[in-house]
């Protein structure tokens, strides 16, 4: 039976696959196969996930999100959560029980174990990824030998390892549990306003007290929305649950994915335009602002399928690479080979610091996320996120690993961490149980296969 990621441009076919219920029979599952690739909710766009071994589903180990204690280095609260549970669904429990986390990834859909092998970042500065040293201070999990395993960083003696397994890219065994430093909730003032990219750019509109800033970029149409986060003491605007259904899943998901399929079907790139020409002149210049709880403020859906290629780059340079997405787009626009039919999602974020795999790492990053809806054509998608690529890699851009990427991020590594995370990973899964073609091309230094045509 052939196997898919959420966005379906990797596939496989299995040797096997296995559901278990406990973490004692995953640790069997693991010792008695040659090679195992766990999975979470298969939200990811790279290799990462692939195997020709057997295929663990996590989904029914058990789901817990509790108190465990302070933490003594930070001073802060930590929150065990289920490695396999959706990050919007942990967020939620931990909510209820009266938690909350700084900042998180934008989509409730990927599985917290597979936002910690990537790296998963939100947006504002101030913040780094849910990998993060003051982010994900302890993890529990099962190795390449089937052992048993945790590592906290109130142990001095662990930092080395959580150097690896922070950003482990599934390479290092299977993530059960993960302790992420809390604070109380709180609330999000929020609000959005249209204009042009320079005025999205501009600092002030991203200045420190914008705690958590993100742009929604038109190419095509030349129009950007500025979208604010602003921490608030205020308590969430009455009836959200039912306007964020309406907003988000009914007219940002249902209609926006059957307004693409047609525009694709009955008229290609000309129905795309006419589209988003469309829906953005019916956007006031300044929407009226409302108050959302933590969790939904910082997180979003998306219904319809897509596929995604992030790079980062220094902050210092993202006008220039905001420029060449914006020259390639209307070159193949205007061709006629591809329209870009998504926003490209700008953000910020702060060093990983000693996060070795991450794309932030050691440095504060601008995020530049450009997306293809699945409805376009299939021999043009691959080729126009392969030719963004090219673009961004000159301006010292690095790939996500969860998302669409061709070029091996080898040569933009420190050597030192690189050498630290293959040693750590060799230490941990010694037999190679947790390998697959995707982790090895990396490590040789050859090119990636996202399941997407290059050329």
């Known amino acids: 039976m052939q196997w898919s990621n959420w966005g379906r441009n990797v596939r496989w076919e299995p040797a096997g696959v296995v559901r278990p219920r406990t973490v004692e029979e995953a640790s069997r599952v693991i010792a008695a196969h040659p090679r195992v690739k766990p999975v979470g909710s298969l939200h990811s766009f790279s290799g990462l996930i692939r195997t020709d071994g057997v295929t663990l589903v996590t989904d029914r180990l058990p789901r817990d999100v509790t108190f465990a204690g302070e933490d003594w280095e930070l001073g802060v609260p930590r929150i065990r ?61 099962i190795d390449g030998r089937g052992e048993i395993f945790r590592r906290d960083a109130d142990d001095p003696e662990h930092h080395a390892d959580l150097r690896a397994l922070r950003a482990n890219l599934g390479g290092l065994g299977l993530l059960t549990s993960v302790e992420l430093a809390a604070r109380r909730p709180y609330t999000l003032r929020m609000d959005a306003r249209l204009g042009s990219l320079e005025e999205a750019l501009d600092p002030v509109e991203r200045a420190p007290a914008v705690r958590r800033y993100e742009i929604l970029w038109f190419a095509l149409q030349d129009r950007a929305l ?34 693409l399929r047609g525009a694709w079907l009955f008229g ?132 996500h690993p969860g998302k669409v990427h061709w070029q091996n991020p080898r040569a933009s590594w420190d050597p030192e961490c690189w050498s630290h995370f293959w040693t750590a990973r060799d230490r941990f899964d010694p037999d190679g149980r947790f390998l697959n073609e995707h982790l090895v091309a990396l490590r040789e230094g050859r090119d990636l296969d996202p399941g997407m045509p290059r050329a």
Do not use: K
């Open 268 to 399: 290609g790139g000309d129905r795309v335009h006419e589209i988003w020409n469309f829906i953005l002149g019916q956007l006031p210049e300044d929407d009226d602002d409302y108050i959302d709880s933590w969790w939904e403020g910082l997180t979003g859906d998306r219904l319809f399928r897509a596929q995604s290629l992030e790079y980062s780059v220094a902050p210092e340079r993202l006008g220039e690479a905001l420029e060449a997405v914006r020259r390639i787009a209307y070159d193949w626009d205007v061709s006629g080979r591809y329209t870009l039919d998504l926003p490209v999602n700008v953000r910020w974020s702060r060093s990983d610091e000693d996060t070795c795999m991450s794309a932030a790492h050691r440095r504060d990053v601008a995020w530049v996320d450009v997306s293809v809806s699945d409805y376009g054509p299939d021999e043009a998608r691959g080729p126009f996120l392969a030719a963004i690529e090219q673009a961004l890699l000159p301006l010292g851009g690095r790939s």
């Open 81 to 141: 959560v289920a490695g396999h549970m959706e990050v919007g669904r942990a967020m939620r429990h931990m909510d209820l029980l009266g938690y909350a986390l700084d900042n998180s990834g934008s989509n409730i859909r990927p599985s917290v174990l597979g936002s910690v092998a990537t790296a998963v970042h939100g947006t504002g500065i101030h913040w780094g990824s849910i990998s993060h040293p003051h982010v994900l201070r302890a993890v529990e999990g």
């Open 226 to 259: 500025r979208m604010y986060r602003d921490e608030t003491g205020e308590p969430a605007s009455a009836g959200r649950a039912i306007s964020s259904f309406v907003d988000e899943i009914l007219v940002g998901n249902v209609a926006l994915g059957a307004l």
